[in-house]
């Protein structure tokens, strides 16, 4: 197969499914993750399959990361989860779901 065919079967692809699930603000759970951006104590970079998406809060360490299924496990004390939005242009758009 020639290498153009192969980008677009695979650009083709349906994105894999995106969850969270926090519990008790201390444990993250993390489905549909493609790429883990940067990450240190205060702030996790993400990119999901439904956009960006930051993690902030103190403490934090990624305590599972498997790559080829799309999935991580964030500790520490989450405070905040913005995912980006694209908007027409380009740009992108924070929104909090919970402080």
Do not use: C, W
């Not at 951006?37 to 956009?51: A, C, K, M, P, Q």
């Not at 930051?54 to 991580?72: P, Q």
Request: charged share 30%.
């Amino acid at each position: 197969m020639p290498y153009d065919d192969a980008f677009k079967s695979k650009s083709a692809a349906q994105p894999r499914p995106h969850a969270a699930a926090l519990e008790d603000r201390k444990r993250l759970s993390l489905s549909g993750v493609e790429e883990v951006g940067s990450f240190d104590e205060r702030e996790i970079v993400l990119r999901t399959s439904l956009g960006g998406l930051t993690v902030e809060g103190e403490g934090l360490s990624i305590s599972r990361l498997d790559v080829e299924a799309g999935n991580v496990e964030v500790q520490g004390h989450v405070s905040a989860l913005r995912y980006d939005e694209p908007e027409a242009g380009g740009r992108g758009r924070l929104f909090g779901l919970f402080h």
